[in-house]
């Protein structure tokens, strides 16, 4: 398999609920983000991490917990979300940061919180 | 703080039309711009990337050009298809915080909202 790839499609998750999104890439990239894309609004980043060490928060609720065990896999850990969290969370990598080289997306987690 | 604003929201044409997508940023301290396509429900797929120092970048139909200065990009689309129905992004890299030493941190994509177009048969 290759690219970057994303699990589950998609997730309804009550607001007591704790889930936790999976992301793994196949391209051997060393940085790998978390982004939010809300209706009507722009893509968000949320979190990036080069070479497993978090080099950015932008500004997150603690509800939102990453995870970067090894450059391949990046997790989102979530819990007490509110149902405005209800988003498309698209991971990204890209070879390094900040030279500016293209992300690679994957298809994106559709959350709902109820 | 950056900003990118894509214009039109949305588009409809009909098959075998050229078009043209407007994309400005406000901070013209870029260090690339991309052009991105997403399709219904999925991820994002890079179309063509702008280095600054760059004015233009062509791949098959879509030629996007890019004028620092203005704070402007345009993606050409020639002879437009149904194919080529998506949301269309566009996107800046630039230091998230331009006032720090360029240590290798705090640099970030910044996206537009997109332009929906549809192209009917």
């Known amino acids: 398999e290759t690219g970057v790839t994303q699990t589950p499609r998609h997730l309804v998750m009550g607001m007591t609920n704790k889930k936790s999104l999976k992301c793994e890439q196949h391209?051997?990239?060393?940085?790998m983000y978390w982004y939010k894309q809300s209706a009507k609004k722009p893509l968000e980043l949320m979190f990036v991490y080069n070479f497993k060490e978090q080099t950015e928060n932008n500004s997150v609720p603690s509800r939102f917990s990453p995870e970067c065990p090894n450059s391949s896999h990046l997790f989102l850990h979530l819990h007490t979300l509110q149902p405005e969290d209800s988003a498309l969370y698209l991971c990204a990598s890209s070879q390094g940061t900040p030279s500016g080289e293209t992300q690679y997306f994957g298809p994106g987690t559709r959350l709902l919180v109820l | 703080k950056q900003e990118v604003t894509q214009i039109p929201a949305a588009l409809s044409v009909p098959e075998g039309e050229n078009l043209v997508l407007n994309c400005s940023f406000t901070d013209s301290a870029i260090y690339n711009l991309q052009w991105f396509r997403q399709d219904p429900g999925k991820g994002l797929t890079s179309l063509l990337l702008?280095?600054?120092?760059?004015r233009e970048q062509t791949s098959g139909r879509l030629n996007a050009s890019l004028d620092k200065s203005s704070g402007r990009s345009t993606l050409y689309i020639a002879a437009s298809q149904p194919g080529d129905s998506a949301t269309y992004l566009c996107a800046v890299f630039a230091a998230a915080l331009p006032w720090l030493n360029s240590g290798g941190s705090n640099y970030k994509l910044t996206f537009g909202k997109g332009t929906l177009l549809t192209v009917n048969p």
């Open positions: 702008i280095q600054s120092s760059q």
């Open positions: 391209l051997g990239h060393n940085a």
